[in-house]
């Protein structure tokens, strides 16, 4: 039923006196506390409305829902005391009691101490209850959790996934990764390399022009995300408070907007004339597919920039304990500012992205002696000119040769392996198998491994943070994914129940 068909069946009910009840949740796993919870509603109003949060808003760690959309409202509509079913618009139901108006909007028992919800949503469902002038009941049912079943029975995960969340229960739990996270906050991080602004144009092929030889678009939308040191910045913004970044900057691009307010920004501007880097992506409105790259390119290898460089690097860098180099090879790098950074005694960490404008000559050479690196298996066979042998020796060879206390192996949907100074192997699988889009997943897992590994959390942790943040920015188009620290909470706490 639309919104409009719900409004007017709404008018409908209040024309006859009748009271009307809302409740509202995922209901992924229907089980006993549920039902009693919507009986109990059910005896309390005449008409019963049930909103459903839409997959897209649930944030309960990866694989989730095991039910979708159509299947979760399907087994609600069975249910004879339910009179209407519909799904929620948005992460709580401040829209749906604001579509139905309800008399009374039912929550659970385990919701009566406000303060014990992590994700807040409950204070502003109260405030849309009592702004509607109705009424919020806490039902007193017997609290079961879904989330917990799921787990136990492996229902959301596979076979990998679940040998691996069993070994991280066994060796830490829920309350000692959350004390470790939140010692993240004091870490001073600095962070330098290209800016990149990813340019999405989104419509459909018409066809061939009528007279040249050539694919006409038809554009329907634009959007435009924060790529390269900058969305690395912006990942780590919920983790540590204090975070400096020193990029390129073109006074075309509007960055400000982008970057998140405890992010420092050191501008390096050559002049008035020059242009961020910007990669225009022509996608299909339908299928998300990727028809063609347009791209600008500045070049930075001229002596002022380097000047800039360097001055902007000696004066930040004994303020910060972690360095992060962002190489996007656009030759932001001279040797005299990766020999200061490798001076300052600090814990350094870095990548070096294999591009479309640089793929005959692409090289990891500049970031030896490094603490650590992140590089996907592509571009380290290609490093290495190894196409066949095996990857976990390969990182070993690399690790040894190029003097690193830690290397990171991203293997897109076969996961990612830690290799550490001692040549231990620590692997991880992916939690997303059906990756909507590849691009920023690599950044991610560098910028949460690098501060992870720097407050000397344990390897197969940070893999597993970093891997779950990655999940979420590969299931989403570009870098419009920005990790959030409330959700890899909420994540932890229902993988590790």
């Not at 229902?155 to 691996?164: I, R």
């Not at 020193?246 to 509007?254: E, Q």
């Not at 000559?361 to 095996?390: A, P, Q, Y």
């Amino acid at each position: 039923m639309k919104k409009n068909a719900i409004q007017k069946k709404i008018n409908q009910i209040r024309k006859i006196n009748k009271t009307i009840g809302l409740c509202h949740g995922v209901f992924d796993l229907m089980h006993y506390g549920h039902i009693k919870h919507l009986e109990s509603a059910k005896k309390r109003c005449d008409y019963l409305f049930v909103s459903v949060t839409s997959d897209e808003y649930i944030k309960k760690g990866p694989m989730r829902p095991i039910h979708k959309n159509n299947e979760r409202i399907k087994f609600l509509q069975s249910l004879k005391f339910i009179d209407h079913v519909f799904l929620a618009n948005g992460e709580s139901g401040v829209d749906s009691i604001n579509l139905v108006k309800p008399d009374f909007y039912f929550k659970g028992g385990d919701y009566k101490n406000n303060k014990l919800d992590k994700t807040k949503k409950i204070f502003k469902e109260i405030h849309a209850v009592k702004k509607n002038k109705g009424k919020i009941i806490y039902t007193n049912e017997k609290h079961m959790s879904s989330s917990k079943i799921i787990n136990e029975f492996n229902l959301a995960l596979n076979e990998k996934q679940s040998k691996f969340i069993s070994q991280i229960k066994k060796e830490n739990t829920y309350d000692d990764i959350i004390k470790s996270l939140n010692g993240l906050k004091n870490t001073k991080v600095l962070i330098i390399g290209d800016l990149i602004l990813d340019k999405y144009i989104f419509g459909d092929v018409m066809g061939k022009s009528g007279k040249e030889p050539h694919m006409v678009f038809n554009q329907y939308k634009e959007e435009v995300y924060l790529g390269g040191s900058g969305i690395i910045a912006n990942h780590l913004s919920e983790f540590v408070d204090k975070i400096t970044l020193i990029s390129d900057f073109g006074r075309d691009n509007k960055i400000k907007k982008f970057l998140k307010k405890n992010i420092s920004h050191v501008r390096l501007n050559l002049d008035k004339n020059y242009k961020s880097s910007i990669k225009t992506r022509f996608i299909d409105l339908v299928s998300n597919y990727k028809l063609f790259g347009s791209y600008i390119i500045p070049n930075l290898q001229i002596p002022k920039f380097y000047k800039l460089l360097n001055y902007a690097i000696s004066k930040n860098i004994k303020k910060n304990d972690l360095i992060i180099i962002a190489d996007f090879s656009n030759n932001f790098f001279d040797l005299n500012s990766l020999k200061k950074i490798r001076k300052s005694g600090k814990f350094i960490c870095g990548m070096s992205q294999k591009n479309s404008n640089n793929a005959s000559f692409h090289t990891l050479n500049h970031l030896n002696n490094f603490d650590f690196i992140c590089i996907n298996e592509g571009e380290l066979r290609s490093e290495v000119r190894d196409k066949k042998s095996d990857i976990e020796l390969i990182g070993k060879n690399y690790l040894k040769k190029n003097n690193l206390k830690y290397l990171v192996i991203t293997k897109g949907i076969e996961g990612a392996i830690l290799i550490d100074s001692k040549l231990n192997i620590h692997s991880c699988p992916s939690f997303n198998s059906k990756p909507v889009d590849k691009v920023g997943g690599g950044d991610s897992m560098l910028a949460i491994i690098s501060v992870l590994l720097k407050n000397k959390i344990k390897p197969s942790v940070a893999l597993l943070i970093a891997s779950l943040i990655a999940s979420n920015v590969v299931n989403n188009i570009g870098n419009k994914y920005t990790a959030s620290r409330m959700e890899i909470d909420r994540s932890l706490e229902y993988m590790l129940k």
